[in-house]
């Protein structure tokens, strides 16, 4: 269970899992915003949604792009193929490695297993495949807080 932490002008902030979001609590650095009805570890109630009892500042978010992933490619693509649309599984990309295609955002999209064998070592026009969406940089909150 993930737990969404809001900083302290109600903004979010990231997801944590419940484990950590206790220990927050615990620790006196957040309250909690919204809780599971009826539920409690302890002396806490299940939290849903944190909120920090300090502003944390996030200058490394602005102006700088969010560093490149398997799992931030999954995220952006929401778990579709970009070829077929159907539940994707595996990165492609689409300028293949063996050509001087790179692991950049812009390069990579999920791909179901059968598209990728399809596409192989060739380009999507090659390969007679048509891209449902570009491959594009992600906001931070794609990332985040899905």
């Known amino acids: 269970m993930n737990v969404l932490v809001l900083n302290a002008s109600y903004e979010p902030l990231q997801k944590v ?6 220990r927050m609590l615990v620790r006196e650095v957040a309250v909690v915003e919204e809780a599971e009805e009826g539920r409690t ?21 602005h102006g700088r792009r969010p560093p490149w992933s398997k799992r931030g490619v999954y995220l952006r693509d929401r778990g579709h193929c970009a ?3 159907g539940r994707g599984n595996t990165i492609d990309h689409v300028l293949p490695q063996s050509r001087g295609g790179s692991d ?6 999920l791909a179901c297993g059968r598209c990728n064998n399809r596409k192989a070592d060739r380009t999507p026009v090659e390969a007679g ?14 990332l985040v807080f899905r």
């Open 104 to 109: 950049s955002w812009e390069n990579t999209v």
């Open 129 to 142: 495949l048509t891209l449902r969406l570009k491959p594009r940089i992600p906001h931070w909150e794609e």
């Open 83 to 85: 070829y077929c649309g």
């Open 41 to 61: 570890i302890g002396r806490f109630p299940v939290p849903r949604v944190l909120r920090l009892v300090r502003y944390v500042a996030m200058r490394w978010r």
């Open 17 to 22: 899992d419940l484990r950590h979001a206790i």
